[in-house]
């Protein structure tokens, strides 16, 4: 006797689910819990070297800072070395205003401390004026700076358990030694910096020696004995840490009793070291709400499935293509769109390049007036040297006469000099970059700008290296974010009593402008360098000069920065990338 086949599918079917859905939905499961497996070791590995990389990034910027406040120090002492006022106040031993000078000193490069000591070791001028009078003979870096003409850097443990950092150089005449300044440098502000982070970080010397930590106990150790310093966990403690380290990689070490990660960097000054240990608690929050994700995703699978294997196959075959046709819609509206935004980005970089040119032209167009003035004087002076050299032709007095020649021939050139730099300076710059000397861009818009500063009674200070500066780039575009910084310090110091701009080129792994006044300072800082934001009246500006000088620096593989100075006034800072020889031979 035969079975009907819709009888041997109600036995094929328990709780209404078909024999072929029970085997789908049992896969499902088991390839959700490998999945579930899988998944948790990926993102804990994942998150993990997110965290570490964070970890890391951090300590690159701490380890500039560290850096950089080294470097700021260690060229005071080279400098006070060199102070005429200085060297008079040690030969005549005459130290009353000495102190009051170091004071000042201090405020402006924000050292620790300051100490001017004779040659005896004696201290006669310091910014902590309690230390004057003490002898520091016995002191190594005094000791050590008389022996040498350079720079001599110390690191002292202080009795507070701290350890103290110092520049120290002798003041010479010739081959004789005058005294010794001693100039100590304020890391422990790092100490507390770091304290606000959940990480502990240690700073270590070229021994292992812990010089600056989080954990003050750390100070002075190694880095293995400081880590031994930590209490021995319970037996619960040791049973929680088991249960909470089953799903991730093994911790590097442990801190205050909890699991973390070691990071280390190298810090670029005599060998030291930067270590850092970040907690993984964030990494498991990170993997449990990813993991949480998964699962409710999966959960929502197999109902999703539950539902699907009641449909038949034709309904689902009409669902995917309707899918498919709304993705496909999408997928051409996508499209249109992108070509849209193309041909916008397009159509905004010509309109910028345009908008360049016409704020250099307008520029160029409102210093015409104080260049003219500039070019008559010289006219009216060759008028004044010609008629004078005629009369003294008339006299037979032939060299005089060709001095006033001379003096017209200088003029001649300077009047050429003007015209070349206002020539170059109004056409368009080239798309090509070409290795420039910094400080001929500098010369060159200064020399554009002598009337205004002039009429403006500003006086300009330059700082700039006796070898050539060079970068890569259009020397037109770089005169013309020059002009404006100038222009923007002129208006800052227009109601200042002896209004001054400071110009600084430096050198080192970047090349650096620095255009620094003592004017009123920046308003809104966060606003200056978005489109059309001024603070001058209406007609003397639209506020596109900084935009457009951000966008050239951009252009250039460089930034530009600016912050307001706790004295007054505004710095802006223009950073380029600094242009090497094997840069040439490699384009070559």
Same mark, same amino acid.
């Given at each position: 006797?035969?079975?009907?086949?819709?009888?041997?599918?109600?036995?094929?079917?328990?709780?209404?689910?078909?024999?072929?859905?029970?085997?789908?939905?049992?896969?499902?499961?088991?390839?959700?819990?490998?999945?579930?497996?899988?998944?948790?070791?990926?993102?804990?590995?994942?998150?993990?070297?997110?965290?570490?990389?964070?970890?890391?990034?951090?300590?690159?910027?701490?380890?500039?800072?560290?850096?950089?406040?080294?470097?700021?120090?260690?060229?005071?002492?080279?400098?006070?070395?060199?102070?005429?006022?200085?060297?008079?106040?040690?030969?005549?031993?005459?130290?009353?205003?000495?102190?009051?000078?170091?004071?000042?000193?201090?405020?402006?490069?924000?050292?620790?401390?300051?100490?001017?000591?004779?040659?005896?070791?004696?201290?006669?001028?310091?910014?902590?004026?309690?230390?004057?009078?003490?002898?520091?003979?016995?002191?190594?870096?005094?000791?050590?700076?008389?022996?040498?003409?350079?720079?001599?850097?110390?690191?002292?443990?202080?009795?507070?358990?701290?350890?103290?950092?110092?520049?120290?150089?002798?003041?010479?005449?010739?081959?004789?030694?005058?005294?010794?300044?001693?100039?100590?440098?304020?890391?422990?502000?790092?100490?507390?910096?770091?304290?606000?982070?959940?990480?502990?970080?240690?700073?270590?010397?070229?021994?292992?020696?812990?010089?600056?930590?989080?954990?003050?106990?750390?100070?002075? %150790? $190694?880095?293995?004995?400081?880590? &031994? !310093?930590?209490?021995?966990? *319970?037996?619960?403690? @040791? #049973? /929680?840490? =088991?249960?909470?380290?089953?799903?991730?990689?093994?911790?590097?070490?442990?801190?205050?009793?909890?699991?973390?990660?070691?990071?280390?960097?190298?810090?670029?000054?005599?060998?030291?070291?930067?270590?850092?240990?970040?907690?993984?608690?964030?990494?498991?929050?990170?993997?449990?709400?990813?993991?949480?994700?998964?699962?409710?995703?999966?959960?929502?699978?197999?109902?999703?499935?539950?539902?699907?294997?009641? %449909? $038949?196959?034709?309904?689902?075959? &009409? !669902?995917?293509?309707?899918? *498919?046709?709304?993705? @496909? #819609? /999408?997928? =051409?509206?996508?499209?249109?769109?992108?070509?849209?935004?193309?041909?916008?980005?397009?159509?905004?970089?010509?309109?910028?390049?345009?908008?360049?040119?016409?704020?250099?032209?307008?520029?160029?167009?409102?210093?015409?007036?104080?260049?003219?003035?500039?070019?008559?004087?010289?006219?009216?002076?060759?008028?004044?040297?010609?008629?004078?050299?005629?009369?003294?032709?008339?006299?037979?007095?032939?060299?005089?006469?060709?001095?006033?020649?001379?003096?017209?021939?200088?003029?001649?050139?300077?009047?050429?000099?003007? #015209?070349?730099?206002?020539?170059?300076?109004?056409?368009?710059?080239?798309?090509?970059?070409?290795?420039?000397?910094?400080?001929?861009?500098?010369?060159?818009?200064?020399?554009?700008?002598?009337?205004?500063?002039?009429?403006?009674?500003?006086?300009?200070?330059?700082?700039?290296?006796?070898?050539?500066?060079?970068?890569?780039?259009?020397?037109?575009?770089?005169?013309?974010?020059?002009?404006?910084?100038?222009?923007?310090?002129?208006?800052?110091?227009?109601?200042?009593?002896?209004?001054?701009?400071?110009?600084?080129?430096?050198?080192?792994?970047?090349?650096?402008?620095?255009?620094?006044?003592?004017?009123?300072?920046?308003?809104?800082?966060?606003?200056?360098?978005?489109?059309?934001?001024?603070?001058?009246?209406?007609?003397?500006?639209?506020?596109?000069?900084?935009?457009?000088?951000?966008?050239?620096?951009?252009?250039?593989?460089?930034?530009?920065?600016?912050?307001?100075?706790?004295?007054?006034?505004?710095?802006?800072?223009?950073?380029?990338?600094?242009?090497?020889?094997?840069?040439?031979?490699?384009?070559?």
């Amino acid at each position: 006797m035969s079975v009907p086949p819709d009888l041997d599918n109600r036995r094929a079917s328990i709780l209404g689910i078909p024999l072929w859905g029970r085997v789908v939905i049992l896969f499902l499961i088991v390839v959700g819990i490998g999945l579930i497996w899988f998944m948790n070791s990926w993102l804990s590995e994942r998150f993990t070297d997110a965290t570490r990389n964070r970890a890391e990034l951090r300590l690159v910027l701490y380890s500039g800072n560290i850096q950089s406040e080294l470097q700021r120090n260690s060229v005071v002492p080279l400098l006070l070395a060199r102070d005429p006022e200085l060297i008079v106040a040690l030969r005549e031993g005459n130290f009353a205003t000495t102190s009051q000078r170091l004071i000042d000193l201090q405020g402006e490069i924000g050292a620790a401390s300051i100490e001017l000591l004779d040659n005896s070791g004696r201290v006669v001028g310091a910014t902590d004026r309690v230390q004057l009078g003490k002898n520091r003979s016995g002191d190594q870096a005094f000791v050590d700076s008389r022996r040498t003409s350079d720079t001599v850097f110390m690191v002292k443990e202080l009795d507070s358990g701290g350890f103290g950092f110092s520049f120290a150089r002798s003041i010479r005449v010739a081959s004789d030694v005058l005294g010794v300044v001693v100039v100590d440098a304020d890391l422990s502000k790092f100490e507390r910096s770091w304290a606000g982070f959940a990480d502990a970080v240690a700073l270590l010397d070229s021994g292992g020696r812990i010089i600056l930590a989080t954990e003050p106990r750390w100070r002075g %150790r $190694s880095l293995e004995e400081a880590l &031994a !310093l930590r209490d021995a966990p *319970s037996a619960i403690a @040791r #049973a /929680l840490r =088991a249960t909470a380290d089953w799903a991730q990689t093994p911790p590097d070490t442990f801190v205050r009793g909890e699991a973390v990660l070691q990071s280390e960097v190298r810090v670029p000054f005599r060998g030291w070291r930067l270590v850092s240990f970040t907690r993984y608690d964030s990494v498991r929050e990170r993997v449990n709400a990813a993991l949480a994700l998964v699962l409710t995703g999966f959960a929502l699978l197999l109902a999703l499935t539950f539902y699907l294997v009641s %449909r $038949s196959a034709w309904s689902q075959s &009409a !669902l995917f293509q309707r899918e *498919s046709q709304d993705l @496909r #819609a /999408l997928n =051409a509206r996508l499209q249109r769109e992108i070509a849209t935004r193309l041909r916008v980005q397009k159509d905004l970089a010509v309109a910028e390049q345009t908008l360049a040119q016409s704020a250099k032209l307008a520029s160029l167009g409102e210093m015409s007036a104080s260049v003219s003035h500039e070019l008559n004087q010289p006219l009216a002076a060759m008028k004044t040297y010609l008629a004078g050299a005629r009369l003294l032709l008339k006299r037979k007095r032939t060299e005089e006469a060709l001095a006033s020649f001379q003096r017209i021939d200088g003029l001649i050139d300077r009047m050429g000099a003007i #015209a070349r730099t206002l020539k170059s300076f109004a056409r368009k710059g080239g798309e090509a970059f070409a290795p420039i000397d910094l400080r001929t861009c500098l010369g060159d818009a200064l020399t554009m700008m002598e009337p205004m500063l002039r009429d403006c009674r500003v006086l300009v200070v330059r700082t700039v290296p006796p070898e050539p500066v060079m970068i890569l780039g259009d020397s037109v575009r770089v005169e013309q974010v020059i002009l404006n910084l100038v222009r923007n310090a002129v208006d800052a110091t227009r109601g200042v009593n002896a209004p001054q701009i400071d110009i600084i080129i430096s050198q080192g792994e970047a090349t650096n402008l620095t255009v620094r006044d003592n004017g009123h300072g920046i308003a809104d800082i966060d606003s200056l360098f978005e489109p059309f934001y001024t603070t001058k009246v209406a007609g003397q500006g639209v506020g596109l000069g900084l935009a457009i000088s951000s966008g050239i620096v951009g252009d250039h593989g460089g930034r530009l920065t600016a912050m307001n100075t706790p004295e007054g006034g505004a710095v802006f800072e223009v950073e380029f990338p600094r242009y090497h020889a094997a840069q040439k031979d490699a384009a070559e």
